[in-house]
Every structure is written in structure tokens, then in C-alpha cells.
């Protein structure tokens, strides 16, 4: 079918809001990737950051294989996320390795800025795909064919200034609502560490909860992930959706979105 990669900014991301549909898209027949920009090093109370992102990177690796996905390392530290040419590079040549047709990132709006800025390189590097004269770091050859980008909910369904974020189509991850939370709680040290810093009494819950809220935004389904498709200029054909053809019946189309576009 192709090959479809998760980019997201910290360790646990992807399981938050992406991993449902990447376990769909691998049983569509899609090779799938899994790829944190950060190493989760500020995600402790009680140890260092070096400590704490070789407990975190363990945990990730765990996590994408509970999800069946091959796992790329990160390319920088939390809170320290840039757009900038280098980093650019560095996610582009992964994009490039992996010959992705299907991109999956945050939110373009979000509430943090490691969310925003992870969005915004992915994109970048998709749309840098086909370009032999835009070098990466390591080098890879630039690909042909579609890349189609779709962005995840952002957390808590609104952007930084408080206005909720519709989806554009709904993805039925109750098949694979198990899987899910049984790789976000791989991330073991991430529990108390959100208890502190943002009151998530159940971090696993938190997400579940998530889940069925975007089921009930759908009217169809008990669990869901929500995405909006980037727009095709310079990535694909206009009428290119490998998602809803992967998906199938699992992929409703929010129609109200797409009638106010």
C-alpha cells in the first residue's frame, strides 16, 4: 500500500491522538513509522534530564512495538524545538527514508509550541519530499508520488486562544482502542509527572475520554481520532485522500467541514 509515519513532539504524543489510525493504516497493509521530534527530557520531577530521557526513549521504543511501527530517534530536547533550516533537514531526511505517503502531525493550533513547531517542520519536510536540490541531514534521495498530510486534533480540541477545533473527518479506532492504550501505558513515567504539572488524575483515562468525545462529535462511533487534511498544492492531486480510501467505512467524512471550506 505505502508507508505511513507519525511526527509528533514528545514521547506519548502520537498514542494521545494518532496511534488509532496508525494501527488502522497498518492493517490497510501500510508500513508504518513512528517518530518523536523530542526526547521527552523535561517529563520529570524526580530525575535529571539525561536520566529522564533514557527512561522516556525506553518507554517510546516499547510503545512502537506495541503499535507494530518502526521507531526513529528524536532530533532535539523538549522546550527546545525550532524551525529552523537544520531541523528541517533532519525530519525531511527521515520522510525521505521511510518513502512516506502519509503524513500524520499535531495540529497546526495548538496549546504548546513544541506541538506547533513539530507541525509545521513535518509539513515542510512532506512538502520537500520531491525536491533533489533541498539536501538533508543525513543525504536522501528525493522520492515521486502524493504525500498527503493530516493534522491531529489538537489536545483538549482547541487551539492557544481557546477556540474549539472541528474536525474535518472522524477515524473509528474502536477495533484498536486496546492497542492504544496499552502503548500509551508503556510511558509509565509520564503518570505522575502529568499529575503534577496539568492535574491528569488518569493518564490513560485522559485519553480514553478523549477518544470518546470525538465518537460522540462523529454521531457514528464509540471511539475516534479526529484530522484535518492539509491542503494538496504542491503535495498532491486535489482529490487525493489515501486515508478515507485506506480506511474505508472506518473514515467518515465531516461533511459540515468540508460544505464551510
Not at 116 to 142: K, Q
Request: hydrophobic residues 40%.
Amino acid at each position: 500500500m505505502g508507508s505511513a509515519i507519525a511526527v509528533a513532539a514528545h514521547p506519548d504524543d502520537i498514542e494521545f491522538m494518532m496511534a488509532g489510525t496508525l494501527l488502522l493504516l497498518k492493517r490497510a497493509g501500510y508500513e508504518i513509522h513512528y517518530f518523536n521530534l523530542l526526547s521527552g527530557n523535561c517529563g520529570s520531577l524526580r530525575h535529571g534530564p539525561t536520566a529522564t530521557a533514557r527512561v522516556r526513549r525506553a518507554e517510546a521504543r516499547r510503545a512502537a512495538a506495541i503499535l507494530g511501527a518502526r521507531w526513529h530517534p528524536p532530533i532535539g530536547d523538549d522546550l527546545q524545538l525550532l524551525y529552523t533550516v537544520a531541523n528541517l533537514k533532519r525530519v525531511a531526511a527521515v520522510i525521505r527514508k521511510v518513502r512516506a505517503s502519509i503524513v500524520l502531525t499535531h495540529s497546526p493550533q495548538d496549546y504548546m509550541e513544541d506541538h506547533t513547531t513539530a507541525s509545521r517542520l513535518a509539513v515542510t519536510a512532506a512538502f520537500a519530499h520531491h525536491a533533489p536540490n533541498f539536501p538533508t541531514i543525513p543525504r536522501r534521495a528525493a522520492y515521486a508520488g502524493d504525500v498527503t498530510v493530516y493534522h491531529a486534533m489538537p489536545y483538549g480540541f482547541r487551539d492557544g486562544l481557546r477556540k474549539r477545533v472541528v474536525p474535518g473527518a472522524f477515524v473509528n479506532t474502536s477495533s484498536v482502542q486496546e492497542t492504544k492504550r496499552a502503548a500509551l501505558a508503556a510511558h509509565r513515567s509520564q503518570q505522575d509527572w502529568l499529575n503534577a504539572s496539568q492535574g491528569l488524575d488518569s493518564y490513560v483515562q485522559s485519553m480514553m475520554d478523549m477518544a470518546r468525545e470525538v465518537g460522540r462529535m462523529s454521531g457514528r462511533f464509540r471511539h475516534a481520532e479526529g484530522w484535518r487534511r492539509h491542503l494538496h498544492l504542491g503535495f498532491s492531486g486535489a482529490d487525493v485522500d489515501p486515508l478515507k480510501d485506506a480506511l474505508g467505512r472506518n473514515c467518515l467524512v465531516n461533511a459540515r467541514y468540508e460544505r464551510g471550506l
